[in-house]
């Protein structure tokens, strides 16, 4: 089945800086890959998510990009914020009811 | 704009105690989904729903059983806690079938 490796684990940054977080995916299959932002006591929210068929996409501060060839996708937060300190989710999926997450990146933006 | 409700929010089981946790969302979804979340191991899927009445086993599925009686409600049961049990359980929903989760805010177990 599908496995998707998360990194790094943790990341820390000064406010405005940019933050990468990186995923890789081993099913070749896989055509659907949304990204998740848990913050502390809630549940996990959809922020972007990209299909095979599409090599990056954007909204404002926040970009995913994917790269089948080498089966791996980022995501890319660009002049950080505090409240984008976070838990973040990757995830892949083969298709109907198949959604598998990584194992999450803490993100802490320093003031 | 309530979206997906658990309840409840804590709660600590002793070891082969049964319960019973209650999801309900108000989006008209189709599909329901519950997963546990452990430290470092990501959000797993133990069952899911793709319609009033029916369910299907996820990738833990075992020690829970699941219903879907009426469309707006997902109930997860544990029918003999275990440790191993202890953790974060998410109900979500969805309408996209398995494409943008809606997640609750998530019920914390404890197994002594």
């Known amino acids: 089945g599908e496995n998707v490796e998360q990194h790094p684990s943790t990341l820390s940054v000064q406010e405005g800086d940019s933050a990468v977080i990186k995923c890789t995916y081993s099913?070749?299959?896989?055509?659907?890959f949304p990204w998740y932002k848990q913050e502390l006591g809630k549940g996990p929210q959809l922020i972007i998510d990209?299909?095979?068929?599409?090599g990056e996409k954007k909204d404002q501060r926040i970009a995913v990009t994917l790269n089948k060839t080498a089966k791996h996708f980022s995501l890319h937060i660009t002049e950080t914020q505090p409240e984008d300190s976070a838990v973040y989710f990757c995830?892949?999926?083969?298709?109907?009811?198949?959604?598998?997450f990584g194992t999450g990146t803490r993100l802490l933006v320093s003031p | 704009n309530a979206g997906v409700t658990q309840t409840p929010k804590f709660r600590v089981l002793k070891t082969g105690q049964s319960m019973t946790l209650l999801c309900a969302q108000d989006?008209?979804?189709?599909?329901m989904y519950w997963y546990r979340q452990d430290p470092g191991m990501g959000l797993r899927l133990i069952h899911y729903?793709?319609?009033?009445?029916?369910?299907a086993k996820g990738e833990v599925p075992d020690g829970y059983n699941v219903s879907r009686l009426k469309k707006q409600n997902f109930l997860l049961g544990l029918e003999s806690a275990a440790p191993s049990q202890t953790s974060v359980y998410f109900c979500?929903?969805?309408?996209?079938?398995?494409?943008?989760?809606?997640f609750g805010s998530g019920t914390q177990l404890s197994v002594l």
């Open positions: 990209i299909r095979s068929n599409v």
């Open positions: 995830a892949a999926s083969t298709g109907f009811q198949k959604l598998v």
């Open positions: 979500a929903s969805s309408s996209d079938r398995g494409e943008k989760l809606f």
């Open positions: 989006m008209n979804h189709e599909y």
């Open positions: 099913d070749s299959a896989s055509n659907y």
């Open positions: 729903s793709v319609g009033e009445g029916t369910t």
